[in-house]
C-alpha cells in the first residue's frame, strides 16, 4: 500500500521519493535540498542543519585560532639595536620589528 501525500506543487508517494509536479516553475531547484528532504521528519532535518551549522562554526573557529597564532608570532619578534647618544654614551635600545 503506497500512502499518497498531496502538496500545493503536484504529489509525492511517501516512500518512493518520487514527485510529480505539475509545471516546472513549482519545482524547488535549491542546492540545500536533498531528493525527497521534505517527505524526512522534520525533527531530523532540523538536527541535521544544526550539526552542520555548528560543524562549520567548529571549522572556522580552528582556522581563526591558527590565523591569530600566527599573527601573534609575526608582531612578537623584537630587535635589539645599539643607539649612540650624543654625549658619547650607548645604550641597547629594543623595538618590534613589525610596528617599529
Not at 509545471?23 to 525533527?43: A, I, K
Amino acid at each position: 500500500i503506497v500512502e499518497v501525500i498531496q502538496y500545493s506543487g503536484g504529489m509525492a508517494f511517501k516512500g518512493n521519493i518520487t514527485m510529480v509536479y505539475e509545471s516546472e516553475d513549482q519545482m524547488c531547484s535549491s542546492f540545500l535540498m536533498l531528493p525527497g528532504q521534505n517527505l524526512w521528519n522534520r525533527g531530523l532535518v532540523i538536527f541535521l542543519y544544526f550539526f552542520g551549522l555548528m560543524w562549520c562554526f567548529l571549522g572556522v573557529s580552528i582556522v581563526a585560532d591558527m590565523f591569530m597564532g600566527a599573527i601573534e608570532t609575526i608582531t612578537s619578534v623584537e630587535t635589539k639595536t645599539i643607539e649612540t647618544l650624543p654625549n658619547g654614551e650607548t645604550r641597547e635600545v629594543i623595538f618590534l620589528v613589525w610596528n617599529p
